[in-house]
């Protein structure tokens, strides 16, 4: 924004009108950066063996320190604020880009030692140390996630519509403040309210698939809910009201123009919701539980999901570990691969189906 | 009776009766959510209470409910508190630098960029931060123990793992930064357009611009973007509870092998083998954690409503 001046003149003209003193120029600039990032590179690798990351965090405030020092001996001490705020803001976003960089780089190198065959098509029971796979977490993982938005889409939805199209009133606002509230109920918690639901019909220690997506439901209702509220919000007026003027009734108008409307932004962001979803851990820990099976019964017993599976193959890897380390990361890869791809999707049905009007 | 034709009285009815069908289901399915969550916060103070009552040796840690959960409130809060410390103004940072700094071309995917990271399953971080992150810190904290041992938090011994509640906290930041850096992206790029170009006008230089224009403009917002990270934090379970090497207690010694539990992570890691009035117990302490993160996110909102200028 500040980079273009707002009367329009070139912003070099805007330079060379200014009257204070001398100024640094490009060239300085990068001879002094360039020499604070080699000496962080040189330090980090050679003298303290930080690696690339080491060489990131020890070269950005030696460039800092160096280019604001310069600045304050060379130009005026406003310029050298400056430069230092540039520099520290700038300095946060590639700090912010290491544990993303490393996390996936991680899980791309140790998941594909066992991101094979084996992994996708076999299940755990009676695996001891080294082989076994993912089939029936996976297996688990998509029933759920599957139950899970079966509940939580037709509820968000609707409630969306009614919030933007026929609430307003106690009612609608306390059920806005609801939403409000389901946002900020953590995970574990959600995994609490639909144990303290199941106890009641089947008993202490009930562990059951369809209990997870209840728990994952309470977690997903919300982004849908307001997902849906937002896309309504930008359908435009005009449209409502032809189709009023037509004689259309108002649920056929809903129905039939305004959901049609904003179909794209909604299905995108109920994708997103289910990206989300799918990696949750702590609920399903609690009401789905572990086993080594592969269960496909919803309604019976325990179902493996595969956050679960990797929470365990990490917490009790056995002896000797290593075997179930490499699943552990496998189940890592294919995880954050479901994650990717489903992100993925949305961004593109958002652009492939968005209304071609403004 | 009206003399228009049977077929379009008919019509008007059938017209009428699908409005209120309609507007029936969709209230009803809001009624829906009101009606479980009203029900399920009951089942849920109905399965905690036994806790509060049960004699003092049948609880975890044998002290009563009391001491039970308060050392994990502690906990809690200090993973928490290190986070925020390290997230905000890396979030800030960020928001200003993809706000004001970076291409304008460029901001939206950067933006997106720092989003990926919220993408990331809070697992895949928990896993991460055990086995890679945690033992890359192990020399850092063996210095800060040699050079720093006089501050209570580095005092040590350095854990042989480096998993310690500062890198518990460190993950935790990682996952409340791309939280706090939208929200105030978003606040941001609200600043009024002539009040920045003004104060440019008048030769402010850019960060001159940031302090005097968009700072005050955005705190309350960016205050409000904390609270909510702050939500995040002290609900996050699967990194605390993986990252982690607990041993209970209260310390605030951040980088040692024995660390406070918060309570989320106890509840993930007692629960699957609890039974009886130990299950009543991890219950009413994920109330307690539910109550605190309410009451957190309830003050974000106010401060946001209050905050937001009529349009």
Same mark, same amino acid.
């Given at each position: 924004?500040?980079?273009?001046?707002?009367?329009?003149?070139?912003?070099?003209?805007?330079?060379?009108?200014?009257?204070?003193?001398?100024?640094?120029?490009?060239?300085?600039?990068?001879?002094?950066?360039?020499?604070?990032?080699?000496?962080?590179?040189?330090?980090?690798?050679?003298?303290?063996?930080?690696?690339?990351?080491?060489?990131?965090?020890?070269?950005?405030?030696?460039?800092?320190?160096?280019?604001?020092?310069?600045?304050?001996?060379?130009?005026?001490?406003?310029?050298?604020?400056?430069?230092?705020?540039?520099?520290?803001?700038?300095?946060?976003?590639?700090?912010?880009?290491?544990?993303?960089?490393?996390?996936?780089?991680?899980?791309?190198?140790?998941?594909?030692?066992?991101?094979?065959?084996?992994?996708?098509?076999?299940?755990?029971?009676?695996?001891?140390?080294?082989?076994?796979?993912?089939?029936?977490?996976?297996?688990?993982?998509?029933?759920?996630?599957?139950?899970?938005?079966?509940?939580?889409?037709?509820?968000?939805?609707?409630?969306?519509?009614?919030?933007?199209?026929?609430?307003?009133?106690?009612?609608?606002?306390?059920?806005?403040?609801?939403?409000?509230?389901?946002?900020?109920?953590?995970?574990?918690?959600?995994?609490?309210?639909?144990?303290?639901?199941?106890?009641?019909?089947?008993?202490?220690?009930?562990?059951?698939?369809?209990?997870?997506?209840?728990?994952?439901?309470?977690?997903?209702?919300?982004?849908?809910?307001?997902?849906?509220?937002?896309?309504?919000?930008?359908?435009?007026?005009?449209?409502?009201?032809?189709?009023?003027?037509?004689?259309?009734?108002?649920?056929?108008?809903?129905?039939?123009?305004?959901?049609?409307?904003?179909?794209?932004?909604?299905?995108?962001?109920?994708?997103?919701?289910?990206?989300?979803?799918?990696?949750?851990?702590?609920?399903?820990?609690?009401?789905?539980?572990?086993?080594?099976?592969?269960?496909?019964?919803?309604?019976?017993?325990?179902?493996?999901?595969?956050?679960?599976?990797?929470?365990?193959?990490?917490?009790?890897?056995?002896?000797?570990?290593?075997?179930?380390?490499?699943?552990?990361?496998?189940?890592?890869?294919?995880?954050?691969?479901?994650?990717?791809?489903?992100?993925?999707?949305?961004?593109?049905?958002?652009?492939?189906?968005?209304?071609?009007?403004? | 009776?009206?003399?228009?034709?049977?077929?379009?009285?008919?019509?008007?009815?059938?017209?009428?009766?699908?409005?209120?069908?309609?507007?029936?289901?969709?209230?009803?399915?809001?009624?829906?959510?009101?009606?479980?969550?009203?029900?399920?916060?009951?089942?849920?103070?109905?399965?905690?209470?036994?806790?509060?009552?049960?004699?003092?040796?049948?609880?975890?840690?044998?002290?009563?409910?009391?001491?039970?959960?308060?050392?994990?409130?502690?906990?809690?809060?200090?993973?928490?508190?290190?986070?925020?410390?390290?997230?905000?103004?890396?979030?800030?940072?960020?928001?200003?630098?993809?706000?004001?700094?970076?291409?304008?071309?460029?901001?939206?995917?950067?933006?997106?960029?720092?989003?990926?990271?919220?993408?990331?399953?809070?697992?895949?971080?928990?896993?991460?931060?055990?086995?890679?992150?945690?033992?890359?810190?192990?020399?850092?904290?063996?210095?800060?123990?040699?050079?720093?041992?006089?501050?209570?938090?580095?005092?040590?011994?350095?854990?042989?793992?480096?998993?310690?509640?500062?890198?518990?906290?460190?993950?935790?930041?990682?996952?409340?930064?791309?939280?706090?850096?939208?929200?105030?992206?978003?606040?941001?790029?609200?600043?009024?357009?002539?009040?920045?170009?003004?104060?440019?006008?008048?030769?402010?230089?850019?960060?001159?611009?940031?302090?005097?224009?968009?700072?005050?403009?955005?705190?309350?917002?960016?205050?409000?973007?904390?609270?909510?990270?702050?939500?995040?934090?002290?609900?996050? $379970?699967?990194?605390?509870?993986?990252? &982690?090497?607990? !041993? @209970?207690? #209260?310390? /605030?010694?951040?980088?040692?092998?024995? =660390?406070?539990?918060?309570?989320?992570?106890?509840?993930?890691?007692?629960?699957?083998?609890? $039974?009886?009035?130990?299950?009543?117990? &991890?219950?009413? !302490? @994920?109330? #307690?954690? /539910?109550?605190?993160?309410?009451?957190? =996110?309830?003050?974000?909102?106010?401060?946001?409503?209050?905050?937001?200028?009529?349009?």
């Amino acid at each position: 924004m500040a980079r273009t001046s707002a009367i329009g003149l070139d912003p070099r003209a805007v330079l060379l009108m200014r009257l204070s003193g001398a100024r640094m120029s490009p060239r300085t600039l990068w001879l002094i950066a360039g020499g604070a990032v080699a000496l962080g590179a040189v330090l980090s690798f050679a003298v303290l063996n930080l690696g690339p990351a080491g060489a990131i965090i020890l070269s950005g405030p030696l460039v800092i320190s160096a280019t604001w020092g310069a600045s304050r001996a060379i130009e005026d001490r406003r310029r050298a604020t400056d430069r230092l705020m540039t520099m520290l803001v700038t300095f946060a976003f590639l700090l912010a880009l290491i544990p993303l960089v490393s996390v996936m780089w991680q899980v791309i190198v140790h998941g594909l030692a066992r991101f094979d065959l084996t992994f996708f098509t076999s299940d755990m029971r009676g695996v001891i140390g080294a082989g076994g796979g993912m089939l029936h977490a996976l297996v688990g993982t998509i029933i759920i996630t599957t139950a899970t938005a079966v509940i939580s889409v037709p509820i968000g939805i609707l409630t969306g519509v009614y919030l933007v199209e026929y609430g307003h009133g106690p009612l609608s606002r306390s059920i806005t403040m609801l939403v409000d509230v389901m946002t900020g109920i953590p995970s574990i918690v959600a995994g609490l309210f639909a144990y303290a639901l199941f106890l009641i019909f089947f008993g202490p220690g009930v562990r059951m698939g369809i209990g997870g997506a209840v728990a994952l439901s309470i977690l997903m209702i919300p982004v849908v809910v307001r997902t849906t509220e937002e896309m309504l919000k930008i359908v435009p007026r005009d449209l409502r009201e032809a189709a009023f003027a037509l004689g259309v009734p108002k649920w056929r108008t809903v129905v039939q123009v305004v959901l049609p409307a904003a179909a794209a932004g909604i299905s995108a962001g109920v994708i997103v919701a289910i990206a989300r979803v799918i990696g949750e851990t702590a609920p399903l820990l609690i009401i789905a539980g572990n086993t080594t099976n592969t269960n496909t019964n919803l309604f019976s017993g325990r179902m493996e999901t595969l956050p679960v599976f990797l929470y365990y193959s990490f917490l009790q890897p056995g002896v000797p570990p290593q075997a179930s380390l490499d699943r552990a990361w496998a189940a890592a890869l294919a995880l954050m691969l479901l994650v990717m791809i489903l992100n993925l999707i949305a961004r593109l049905i958002a652009r492939l189906l968005a209304p071609k009007t403004a | 009776m009206s003399d228009a034709p049977l077929s379009e009285q008919m019509a008007a009815g059938s017209r009428r009766r699908g409005d209120a069908v309609f507007s029936a289901v969709v209230a009803g399915a809001g009624l829906l959510i009101v009606a479980v969550l009203f029900g399920v916060a009951m089942f849920l103070l109905f399965q905690g209470a036994p806790a509060l009552t049960a004699s003092a040796k049948d609880l975890p840690g044998g002290e009563g409910f009391r001491s039970f959960v308060l050392p994990l409130l502690f906990g809690t809060v200090l993973s928490s508190a290190i986070a925020l410390l390290i997230a905000t103004p890396l979030a800030i940072g960020i928001a200003l630098f993809v706000t004001f700094y970076s291409h304008r071309r460029l901001a939206s995917t950067l933006g997106y960029v720092v989003d990926l990271l919220a993408a990331v399953p809070s697992v895949v971080f928990g896993l991460w931060g055990a086995n890679f992150l945690g033992p890359r810190l192990v020399p850092l904290y063996g210095w800060l123990a040699d050079h720093f041992g006089w501050i209570p938090f580095f005092a040590g011994p350095a854990s042989a793992t480096g998993r310690t509640m500062l890198t518990a906290g460190l993950v935790l930041a990682i996952m409340v930064v791309p939280i706090v850096t939208a929200l105030s992206r978003e606040v941001f790029r609200q600043t009024p357009l002539l009040q920045r170009e003004a104060a440019l006008a008048l030769g402010a230089t850019r960060w001159e611009m940031i302090r005097s224009v968009v700072l005050p403009f955005g705190r309350s917002g960016v205050v409000s973007a904390t609270m909510l990270g702050l939500g995040r934090a002290l609900g996050e $379970t699967m990194a605390v509870a993986m990252v &982690l090497s607990l !041993s @209970g207690g #209260v310390t /605030f010694n951040l980088i040692s092998a024995s =660390n406070p539990s918060t309570i989320a992570a106890n509840i993930a890691l007692d629960f699957p083998e609890a $039974t009886g009035i130990k299950v009543n117990a &991890l219950i009413a !302490s @994920g109330l #307690v954690l /539910f109550f605190i993160t309410f009451v957190v =996110n309830f003050l974000a909102r106010m401060i946001v409503q209050r905050s937001t200028p009529p349009r």
